[in-house]
């Protein structure tokens, strides 16, 4: 069975690099298949995870298109032709595969080949252990579904009133929406420490967090190296396991207790 997870939140609060901890993590401690999915129009979950991107998925669809206008596949099903492509889009490694989504189809667009892409993809998905979603900041992807049916969706917030508030609105949307979210747990990035160089957050937001009913499952401290290895375009895939924000990040993870 194949085991989603997503990852979810406001602009900037993190997503990305919790997407690639989460799968550093998963490199190291399962042995499962991985295949990371980039469902941000933006596609740069292939910089943190340190690997060349050739092709999303949105210039698959858009190629399609463009050669059914021009008088079509040479007698290839459309499904057959999207499934070729859609396995070469696919960047395979030896630790982890990864499918970029790119840019949505454009408003209105109710083509076939959106459907049948979706189909593709799902058909690929089951065959591995896991699926790390990294969305988007808006919600477009989960109400497009690209994002189907996960079994733990991780929301990202900043330590702020506003970051929380979004946070819970996430929640509220997935509710709303088709998708299903089994386990809906909150990390709360870019925490600041005690004297202790523990996260810490401020009594008012832990206070919100009950309010809202959101799960928290950890604080991740603020963390300059991350900073560090992004000036310089390192992979955040390649954090030693010294740095807090690693630490952090593996403590949340064991204490999912099987969800991941
Ligand atoms: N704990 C942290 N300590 C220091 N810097 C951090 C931390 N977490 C994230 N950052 C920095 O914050 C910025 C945004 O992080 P990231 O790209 O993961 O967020 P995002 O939610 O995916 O953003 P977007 O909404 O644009 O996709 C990056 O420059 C990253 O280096
Ligand atoms: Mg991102």
């Known amino acids: 069975m194949t085991r989603t ?57 858009e190629e399609t298109l463009q050669e059914v206008s021009r008088g079509g ?7 057959d032709y999207l499934e070729v492509r859609v396995n070469q889009a696919l960047v395979e490694t030896e630790r982890f595969d990864l499918l970029a989504m790119g840019r949505p189809e454009g408003p209105g667009c109710y083509c076939a080949a959106n459907h049948l892409l979706r189909f593709c993809i799902d058909h690929l998905a089951k065959s591995y252990d896991y699926v790390v979603i990294d969305n988007e900041a808006g919600l477009e992807h989960l109400s497009r579904r690209t994002t189907r049916d996960v079994d733990l ?33 909150l990390i709360v990035n870019r925490v600041s420490v005690d004297g202790d160089g523990r ?49 952090a990040m593996n403590e949340i993870i064991e204490s999912l207790d099987g969800l991941v």
Not at 22 to 46: F, K, M, R, V
Not at 166 to 175: C, E, G, K, N, T
Request: no cysteine; hydrophobic share 45%.
């Open 153 to 185: 969706l991780l929301i990202v917030s900043d330590p702020t009133m506003r970051g929380l508030i979004a946070a819970s609105r996430v929640v509220d949307l997935i509710h709303e929406l088709e998708t299903h979210a089994s386990h809906i747990r």
């Open 73 to 79: 596949l040479g007698g290839i099903s459309k499904h």
């Open 5 to 61: 997870i997503a990852v979810a939140g406001k602009g900037g609060t993190g997503k990305t690099m919790v997407a690639a901890l989460l799968i550093q993590h998963l490199i190291e401690h399962h042995s499962g298949s991985i295949l990371a999915i980039d469902a941000d129009p933006s596609t740069n979950l292939h910089l943190v995870l340190g690997v060349p991107l050739e092709e999303t998925i949105g210039d698959i669809r």
């Open 199 to 247: 996260p810490t957050l401020a009594p008012q937001l832990e206070s919100v967090i009950r309010e809202k009913g959101l799960e928290l499952a950890g604080l991740i401290p603020e963390d300059s190296t991350v900073a560090d290895y992004d000036a310089l375009g390192k992979p955040l895939i390649d954090l030693p396991l010294k740095t807090p924000i690693r630490r």
